[in-house]
């Protein structure tokens, strides 16, 4: 009877484990692709350009490290403005969630009128940091004057995808970014090569396709928002406006996650230079690697976000033991996926760099580099998913600590040193540069363990 009992018991457990894992994976998948489809945008990018010469790579590669800074320090805002829309959703404040959407928007498009408007008055200056070629300045400028124009769309875009989540609708953000990059990939080809009619473009091409594709994904995602989800309302402030109170609460907790994404952004992009610095004929190389790394931070970012969210409503709810039993699950899922991902690379890193058309000695660079950030990668999951749990619960001090402080002190230092104070070839400073992630899991899991991260924003 008693063993009846216990496999009664087991069977209930397992269901339940089963359950959770459902659950978890119905939230993490749909980020994922949304995730996917902007990264293989970016490497359709990479691939097309790549026909016309590797330094027209380059010249996109360095171009791009602006929108790179940019877009991290939009996710402070999204993911600060974020962090209190799933808290008042678990909370059933829905009318609040919509205030404090509308409140994200505005902080988005004043992000994005600074940078662009930097970006009209100094455009080669941003180029002229990471490379002397004279080559790759004129290419990079070329495609920034166009790609500038996608910033605005980007942001928007990027917030409206987290009103989505929150209300469970992450669908929608997902299918609409895979229009985005069919559209991107069309453009492209027609942009870039000059078919169905239309002028080669080269470089060019290849900015316009990226701005199109990105305006007409934000206009898709805020037409269904009046449409179907009461965007009148939300813009209209009907249900009244967030308070000033309520504001400054907002920003206080995403200044600093700004700051995080900014010192990190601008941590590796500085680490870029460094590679720059010791050679800068391996660029194209470098970038194959970012990107394959890109997808496979799909699978982190997935995992990560979604245990921020499922997180964040357990708080929201006041289920604070509840919310550390699940966190605990939650970091476990990340570690298992992002060892399978790296794992993945190691076993295919003599087959990727053909996809980009690389060969000799690039090809050869490219395959090197992919083994040694595939060795290390697997940390920065694990890291990523402890970044998110605290982040949902308002421990902005210890994501600053875990994650842009330490790219600045970590990857950005060692890389610095290896560089400019000895003579080791660019795949040593590769390597001394990634093995620092080591020591994030170790940080990461102290600041997990003080569990200041076990907050109640939403004050319920």
């Not at 010791?278 to 194959?288: C, F, G, K, L, R």
């Amino acid at each position: 009877m008693k063993q009846a009992k216990v496999s009664v018991f087991k069977k209930n457990l397992l269901g339940k484990r089963w359950i959770f894992l459902a659950e978890f994976f119905s939230l993490a998948i749909p980020i994922m692709l949304q995730q996917l489809s902007g990264n293989i945008l970016n490497i359709c990018d990479t691939i097309m350009i790549g026909k016309v010469s590797d330094k027209a790579i380059s010249g996109v590669t360095v171009a791009n490290k602006t929108y790179f800074i940019y877009s991290l320090l939009v996710f402070g805002i999204t993911s600060g403005v974020s962090m209190f829309m799933s808290q008042q959703y678990g909370a059933k404040q829905f009318h609040t969630v919509k205030k404090t959407f509308c409140f994200g928007i505005k902080m988005c498009l004043v992000a994005a009128a600074v940078f662009l408007l930097f970006l009209l008055v100094v455009p080669e200056k941003v180029i002229e940091i990471f490379v002397n070629g004279e080559e790759v300045i004129q290419m990079g400028t070329e495609y920034i004057k166009i790609a500038r124009w996608s910033y605005i769309p980007a942001a928007l875009s990027w917030m409206t995808g987290v009103y989505y989540r929150i209300y469970e609708k992450q669908k929608l953000p997902m299918i609409v970014g895979m229009v985005s990059v069919l559209l991107n990939i069309i453009f492209n080809y027609a942009f870039i090569y000059g078919n169905f009619g239309l002028p080669e473009m080269g470089i060019k091409g290849a900015a316009l396709a990226t701005t199109l594709s990105r305006y007409i994904e934000f206009l898709i995602l805020i037409t269904i928002l009046f449409a179907f989800f009461n965007g009148k309302e939300i813009f209209t402030g009907k249900k009244g406006k967030l308070g000033r109170k309520d504001k400054i609460s907002v920003i206080k907790k995403t200044i600093p996650l700004m700051v995080n994404e900014g010192i990190w952004a601008v941590a590796l992009s500085l680490v870029f230079k460094n590679y720059c610095y010791v050679s800068e004929a391996d660029i194209p190389a470098i970038t194959v690697v970012d990107n394959v790394f890109d997808m496979m931070n799909v699978a982190y970012v997935g995992c990560s976000m979604a245990s921020g969210i499922i997180a964040g409503k357990i708080l929201g709810s006041g289920k604070m033991k509840e919310a550390w039993q699940t966190a605990k699950k939650l970091i476990f899922i990340g570690l298992a996926v992002s060892v399978s991902a790296s794992i993945f690379i190691c076993l295919t890193a003599g087959i990727i760099p053909k996809i980009f058309s690389l060969s000799g000695s690039l090809f050869i660079m490219s395959t090197t580099l992919l083994r040694i950030k595939a060795a290390f990668s697997w940390s920065q999951g694990y890291g990523e998913t402890i970044y998110y749990i605290l982040r949902a619960g308002g421990d902005v001090k210890a994501v600053l600590l875990i994650d842009g402080l330490f790219n600045l002190y970590g990857p950005l230092l060692v890389s610095a040193v290896v560089a400019y104070g000895t003579d080791m070839p660019i795949q040593v400073v590769y390597l001394c540069t990634e093995a620092t992630y080591l020591l994030k899991i170790f940080i990461a899991t102290f600041f997990f363990k003080k569990g200041r991260w076990c907050n109640n924003l939403a004050g319920k």
